[in-house]
């Protein structure tokens, strides 16, 4: 959620498949930060993300990726691309796997539609075995946003 208005927020379903360092996505995402000409927000997104990681001696990750933004109520669809740096710690005290990150990402070219991803992300995955927790920030680069989210999920 955005930090001064509350009824300005973000949320997705995300299905992956993973295979060794490469992920493939498909992500029902819902954007509800800015309201288009009707004022509505509902900009909902069908999104489309193939990454690939890159492991430094299992300690550093070095990831790509590309995304694919289609909007149901628009004839163009966005594309996006990131990079993604991130450090891998394990703790001796428990189980647990932290992979605190920082990720860019940013449209290929600027469109002129209310939605153009430019953002910067910093957050953690905290892993438990098969499920995960992931808190994070957003911080959009065209304005001065701030959102904070957490993202929950399991392997399957």
Do not use: W
Not at 79 to 102: D, G, R, V, W
């Amino acid at each position: 959620k955005h930090e001064k208005i509350n009824n300005l927020y973000d949320y997705s379903f995300n299905l992956k498949i993973i295979k060794k360092n490469l992920e493939l996505s498909n992500i029902y995402y819902m954007n509800k930060q800015i309201p288009n000409s009707n004022n509505s927000r509902s900009n909902d997104f069908s999104v489309f993300s193939l990454k690939y990681y890159y492991k430094i001696k299992n300690k550093f990750v070095i990831g790509i990726s590309a995304k694919k933004y289609h909007n149901y109520k628009l004839l163009d669809d966005i594309h996006s691309c990131t990079f993604l740096l991130s450090k891998y710690f394990y703790s001796q005290e428990s189980n647990l796997a932290y992979y605190p990150y920082i990720e860019y990402e940013s449209s290929i070219k600027d469109s002129q539609i209310l939605f153009n991803p430019d953002y910067i992300y910093i957050g953690c995955v905290i892993k438990d075995g098969e499920i995960f927790v992931e808190p994070f920030l957003r911080i959009n680069n065209k304005n001065d946003e701030k959102y904070s989210g957490i993202k929950l999920g399991f392997n399957l």
